[in-house]
């Protein structure tokens, strides 16, 4: 989806009904506002961090035992 919107007087933008629908924002819910350099991203604000948080690069971990990791993660402090 790619919509234009205009910022008003009051530097404010309505979010387009289809975009509200899609991630199901509701009225006086927060968005989170990332400024990169060349774009502003709008992110719906989780409830809880670390419910969303929970299990993300779930993937990278598979091929390794955390204790073997940690292990040499603290062999290489004491070096």
């Given at each position: ?6 910022m008003?007087?009051k ?11 899609k991630?199901h924002?509701?009225p006086g819910q927060?968005?989170?506002?990332l400024s990169?350099e ?8 989780p409830k ?9 690069h779930?993937?990278v971990?598979?091929?390794i035992?955390a204790d073997d990791?940690?292990?040499?993660e ?6």
């Open positions: 989806m790619q919509t234009a919107v205009t008003s007087r530097n404010q933008i309505v979010v387009p009904r289809e975009a509200r629908e991630l924002l509701q927060q968005l989170l506002v990169k060349d774009r502003i991203v709008l992110i719906p604000r809880n961090f670390t419910e969303r948080m929970s299990g993300l779930r993937e971990w598979q091929a035992d990791y940690i292990a040499d603290r062999d290489g402090w004491r070096k």
